[in-house]
């Protein structure tokens, strides 16, 4: 079970940013597709969760509107899109695979992330 992502990106500020993560091992749809980004220097920062059996996004306030989540099915590939880049979003981005803990009602006692891509540098420079 792996997930692998793509290489690292330079970008100027304004531009948008695309990044990959190939899910192989397991049943891709089974798992949401967490994303997490760590700048230099800062704790990780959860960005938000695809849903790759139905496309459902959810996204962290602070990336709403700039950021975009999809999924390939066919190649099992979860990707990232960042636009209108600014300095501060230069960081390392994860995606990590993820699934919940129910208790017998069926409220979701953890979300876990337990698969974690290799991680892929985002540098954003004029």
């Known amino acids: 079970v792996q997930l692998v992502q793509s290489g690292p990106e330079l970008r100027n500020p304004g531009a948008s940013v695309k990044v990959s993560c190939k899910a192989s091992g397991y049943t891709f749809t089974d798992y949401y597709i967490d994303w997490v980004r760590q700048a230099p220097g800062q704790g990780l920062e959860w960005m938000g969760r695809i849903d790759p059996e139905d496309g459902a996004t959810k996204y962290a306030d602070k990336f709403w509107g700039r950021v975009a989540f999809t999924v390939d099915t066919s190649t099992n590939t979860a990707n990232v899109e960042l636009s209108n880049l600014r300095s501060d979003d230069a960081a390392v981005y994860y995606c990590?695979?993820?699934?919940?803990?129910?208790?017998?009602?069926?409220?979701?006692?953890?979300?876990?992330?337990?698969?974690w891509g290799q991680g892929t540098q985002v540098t954003v420079s004029s």
């Open positions: 990590a695979r993820t699934f919940h803990r129910f208790r017998r009602d069926r409220i979701v006692v953890a979300t876990i992330l337990d698969i």
